[in-house]
């Protein structure tokens, strides 16, 4: 069989899926995909196609997560977990550095496989010149991953993570590195929580491009589309025949019509079933314009600063650097964590906090997220995957808080 | 080098010695703790003591007698750096109870001699009486914790002891949110980091045991939990535990036990 080109359709029998996790496995893929763990659809180690959630669905709401089984539900008709992409680019910890101190000077040994600039650093220290002697050898050599089952909302996330880390002079070569292995097998929306706006950011429910392979679901069988050369590879490896056009046309037409139900919400009243949506219009001005509304204080009240909304973020990038010793002082590591607006220690100054209080705290996350990110990165930092309103503890709704800031204002 | 050592005491007031057993847990560590430091007092690992003023002093256990009120001055004294350790020490511990009861009737229905019972009518803790230096949390404490404690006092730095949610360690070693998914009361949110968030990480509940993180809003939690789940008194106990006292749980413990149990409550 010769290899299929990028936008090419391949048509698999659903139990065939179990193809493609082997061939990625046997390319050398840690292969990771949707399963049920803690009473939730979590990204974890994938063997078989049995271990996916097939006919399960989620609920979700403000606040609200359960997993049901659903007798309409096909294979990928769950929507997203409280985990996106990010901790397979940016892990939630990773040391950067080791030192040892040899006696003589620091032994260093930089923990990832692009060439090191630390081999060439002399570092001065008060009693003179140290010199830093790095190893050649990496200290992580991670397997490549393959995701099965990314959404449009996260591949779109990808796409905003990628303009921050790989964007610009400063590139971040763990991220490049971690991101530039990733296999990513996509899936066509059919369904939507009512917590998911990506409509509303045209980020879903189709997938972009961006995919190595694109998943549309029917109920009979699987149709494959070819995203790239990677893609291709794997495509080429599958027991599968090109589909009718027919075919094609149907799978396209289930997800456009999940994006006409979704498009419908925005005159609908605000209900469960009727699901979010997040009105873009001037958002920039509205929330910028309005640092004083008096609902920034009313959400202050309800929102607890635990920090959930920024770690399910798909976007959220913030980390923190700390220099952690052992007992000895001989032994260094440099770990790198992710962090969150919402902490005391985020924005800690000598003088004190730089946003010392719950209020200050949600304004410069809402503020960043759907405003001033578009200065920064010329796009949103919002794709509409719904994470922050399920699993805020107390429900908190971002779209109805954007709504709500500016609402008495001229401002608009 | 051995010289120029810091000299650690260890003091014990009202408490169950679990914190103390915690330094003694750091096994693998203790002799490279006893290296950089002079273990100078600490009746529960050696009889050997010597006289302060010590460099550090840790203390465990809350104020529950005149006697402890007055030790603890003496104490403060004697250590140049005081950190309190466990929610005794900082919070008034579990045994904080007695502040809004009877401690009369407590001591009549546990001992079988009260009359030789001589205590305070609270349990208070450590910084209500005198200026503590630095608090590690915890029931018990976290060998780890301690042990970055010791490290950092040990370089002259900040302690880096975080003061953010439970939610981060969950969230961070990808643990599933047990109030999100499970619908369980938990006080994650506003319980302060520290413990690695061990209890969700095995299905439960967090109940608090490293007491309010820097600003906890508990009373929003009740709020919604009030309107999810009816019934307030799992939340109630929750609050009212190794950290009953600590002023942002107590006064939403207090508030929940005295309103009706939410706006739902006719609905079933």
Known sequence: MSTPGIGTWLKLEKPKLQQLIDALRDSGYRVVGPQVQDEAIVLS???????????????????YYRLRADEEAGWFDFVVGPQSLKPFVLPPRETLLSLQNT??????????KTPSREQHIRASEAEGQVLLQASKTPEVDEPPVAVLGVRGCDLNAL??????????????????????SLFLVGVHCRRAAPTCFCHSLHSGPALPAGFDLGLSELDECFLVEVGSQAGARIAEQLDGEPPGHREIARARAATR???????????????????RWLDTHNIRQRLLGNLEDPRWDEVAERCLACANCTMVCPTCFCTTVEEVADLSGENVQRQRRWESCFTWEHSYTAAGPVHPDTKSRYRQWLTHKLASWIDQFDTSGCVGCGRCITWCPVGIDLTEEAAAIGKESTHV | MTAQRPTLAVFKLASCDGCQLTILDCERELLAIAERIEIAYFLEARTRTLEGPYDIGLVEGSITTEHDAER???????CKTLITIGACATAGGIQ????????????????????????????????????????LRGCPIDKKQLLMLIVDLLAGKQPRIPR???????????TVCVAVARGVACLGPVTQAGCDAICPAYARECFGCHGPKESANPLSLAEHYRERHHDPRPLVHLL????????????????????PSGPAQGAN
Not at chain 1, 45 to 60: H, K
Not at chain 1, 103 to 112: A, D, I, L
Not at chain 2, 167 to 172: G, Q, R, S, T
Request: one cysteine or more; hydrophobic letters at 35%.
């Open chain 1, 45 to 63: 180690d994938l063997g078989s196609v049995e271990q996916l959630p097939i006919g399960m669905i989620d609920e979700q709401d403000g606040g």
């Open chain 1, 103 to 112: 006696g003589t000077g620091w032994q260093v040994r930089t923990c990832h």
């Open chain 1, 159 to 180: 796409a905003i993570m990628d303009r921050v880390f790989l964007g610009g002079p400063y590139v971040d070569p763990r991220y490049q590195r971690r991101r530039e």
């Open chain 1, 257 to 275: 019509a999940l994006e006409q139900r979704m498009k419908a919400r925005k005159s609908a009243t605000r209900s469960i079933d009727q699901g």
């Open chain 2, 72 to 78: 603890i001055r003496q104490i403060r004294s004697r």
């Open chain 2, 96 to 135: 904080s109870l007695r502040n809004w009861a009877d401690v009369d009737e407590f001591v009549r229905q546990v001992y079988a001699s009260p009359q030789y019972i001589q205590t305070l009518a609270t349990s208070t803790p450590v910084s209500d009486h005198v200026p503590v230096d630095f608090e």
């Open chain 2, 164 to 174: 953010y949610s439970v939610c981060i360690e969950c969230k961070l070693r990808h």
């Open chain 2, 240 to 259: 009212s535990n190794f950290n009953a006292a600590a002023p942002e749980f107590r006064q939403t413990a207090a508030r929940l036990q005295s309103a």
